[in-house]
């Protein structure tokens, strides 16, 4: 993204509807998730503080390539973050149960079958993934433009990727449908000219509260939507066949290549949780030399 977006996103991402929304259908989805999860592409930090403050049961780790977006996260969720690619994130097979990707897989420098192919490693046999994306192409807006989306999806698209990326048990669902009539207005009438800004902005606080209440009372619709403005997909890593990753379209060469570069990944590393590292239980079978930068000190 554009660095001002990062801004915006970090002060927004805490009460904009928004956010909000998507935070509760994310943690609706992680319900039945214990152990260890990663956020890839945290951004800066906003739903890993909502992890950490809802599921203290959870250890959080995020991954995110941009280094002041990571900082941010690391200072805001006081999880491990990680600095990082998710086309190449520098982490050992099956280390995480539950991958959390929202709003990533759409981005101009991600390449979206070997993001998942790496998510299926990452992940241990039964682990979940849950993914959020902008749907549908002819949204697409001077809001993509300035968040520098390369891509939106529909739900049979965004199926077909996780299938051929070898996941089973993939449900897709529509979402922010009720609001998107005033989503098609906005971006196409009123803000269709390349220069306008982004989505992310300030807005009145009864404003806020009414949108967000209209996409609660999305949530209590008994019948799928059929449209909407975000496509969000939960997907379920199998067990491997015949002991091998059943991964599709990731050469065991792009796999030995990525291994040999996490040791330069290492040095990027950003380990900044503030705080006692040592109560960490479940990060000591974590290679050390992923998650070793020590907290600065404080001046």
């Known amino acids: 993204m ?10 927004a991402e805490g ?68 600095r990082g690619s998710v086309n190449q994130p520098p982490f050992p097979s099956q280390s995480f149960d539950a991958i959390v990707s929202a ?29 959020n994306m902008p749907a549908h192409e002819w949204l697409r807006s001077a809001h993509d433009r300035r968040v520098l989306n390369a891509r939106r999806v529909t739900r049979r698209s965004l199926r077909d990727m996780l299938s051929k990326s070898g996941f089973s ?61 975000s496509v969000m997909a939960t997907a379920v890593r199998g067990p491997d066949r015949q002991g091998k990753s059943a991964v599709i379209g990731f050469t065991e060469k792009a796999r030995s290549d990525s291994e040999s570069d996490a040791a330069q990944a290492v040095a990027d590393v950003l380990d900044l949780r503030i705080g006692k590292l040592g109560e960490h239980r479940q990060t000591q079978d974590l290679p050390r030399d992923v998650l070793r930068i020590p907290t600065p000190r404080r001046t």
């Not at 554009?2 to 002060?11: G, I, P």
Request: charged letters at 20%; hydrophobic letters at 45%.
């Open 103 to 131: 709003d990533v897989l759409c981005h101009q420098a991600v390449s979206p079958q070997e993001a998942l192919s790496e998510f299926f490693r990452l992940l241990r046999p039964g682990g979940l993934l849950v993914l």
């Open 15 to 82: 009460a904009m509807w928004w956010y909000r929304a998507l935070h509760v259908r994310l943690l609706h989805e992680l319900s039945p998730v214990r152990g260890r999860l990663l956020d890839a592409g945290c951004g800066t930090g906003g739903f890993l503080a909502v992890v950490r403050s809802r599921r203290r049961d959870l250890e959080t780790v995020g991954l995110e390539l941009n280094e002041s977006a990571a900082l941010r996260a690391a200072e805001k969720s006081q999880s491990h973050i990680v």
């Open 169 to 229: 048990r993939i449900k897709t669902r529509s979402w922010n449908s009720l609001l998107l009539p005033l989503m098609i207005l906005r971006r196409k009438l009123f803000c269709r000219h390349q220069e306008a800004a982004s989505d992310v902005a300030p807005i009145s606080p009864w404003l806020n509260m009414t949108l967000y209440g209209v996409s609660a009372l999305e949530r209590w619709i008994p019948i799928p939507m059929p449209i909407g403005g």
């Open 2 to 11: 554009e660095t001002a977006e990062y801004s915006l996103m970090d002060a």
